[in-house]
């Protein structure tokens, strides 16, 4: 079955702070894979998207991924967190043509000062 | 200006009401989908439109219906509300590359 698993409810880093976000897919066609977040009281944003090609994609705000297909795992790091990165995350999971997405249950990101 | 954009922002309704909740967008794109947000959920797939004349059941569609009146127009209907519809409701379109844009969405309290 096709599933996205973010194991992490809830995380809390101190600004400055390096984090990283898990998410594990299965899914059997080709990945397309996205991580999105969301603002108190707002919509989803995306941060990045990998489709192919090179496995570590750069996203908005400062925010990397890396794809690893032998762990079917899709992270999301930051070198060093702001109080203003305090949000929720989702990671999500599509294939090309089908346009339908599978979300996960989201990690919520607390930034201590 | 936003570019979907859901009304209302909230709402709140009594089990058996009829309810309406609108997306507009105005990206031109022709991919457009409601989902729910439930605490410790995620988001669910309720409805999806490919097209005007094209429009399909999500995972949880049960309890819903949907209209795509326009390119621009998507909106969710829940025909009798109940109280497990109590959540927050988001649209969003999607372009061909596959990048999905998602409006503000409308929290709906059901009592």
């Known amino acids: 079955a096709q599933s996205v698993t973010q194991p992490d409810i809830h995380i809390t880093v101190s600004e400055g702070a390096s984090l990283e976000l898990r998410c594990n897919y299965s899914?059997?066609?080709?990945?397309?894979l996205f991580w999105y977040v969301q603002s108190p009281g707002q919509g989803l944003q995306l941060l990045l998207k990998y489709f192919s090609g090179d496995t570590l994609v750069q996203g908005i705000k400062g925010f990397e991924a890396e794809f690893k297909r032998s762990q079917s795992s899709f992270n999301l790091r930051k070198p060093s967190v702001h109080w203003s990165d305090a949000a929720e995350y989702f990671c999500?999971?599509?294939?090309?043509?089908?346009?339908?997405?599978?979300f996960g249950t989201g990690t919520r990101l607390k930034v201590l000062a | 200006d936003a570019d979907v954009t859901q009304t209302p922002r909230n709402r709140i309704t009594k089990t058996g009401k009829r309810i309406m909740l609108e997306c507009s967008q105005t990206k031109g794109h022709d991919r457009m989908y409601w989902y729910r947000q439930d605490p410790g959920l995620g988001l669910r797939l309720i409805y999806y439109?490919?097209?005007?004349?094209?429009?399909n059941k999500g995972e949880i569609s049960d309890g819903y219906s949907v209209s795509r009146q326009a390119q621009a127009k998507f909106s969710l209907s829940l025909e009798s509300a109940i109280p497990n519809q109590t959540a927050l409701y988001f649209c969003?379109?999607?372009?061909?590359?596959?990048?999905?844009?998602f409006g503000p969405g409308t929290r709906l309290t059901v009592l």
């Open positions: 969003a379109t999607s372009d061909r590359a596959d990048t999905q844009y």
């Open positions: 439109s490919f097209d005007v004349k094209d429009i």
């Open positions: 899914y059997g066609a080709t990945p397309y």
């Open positions: 999500a999971v599509g294939a090309s043509g089908t346009y339908k997405y599978i």
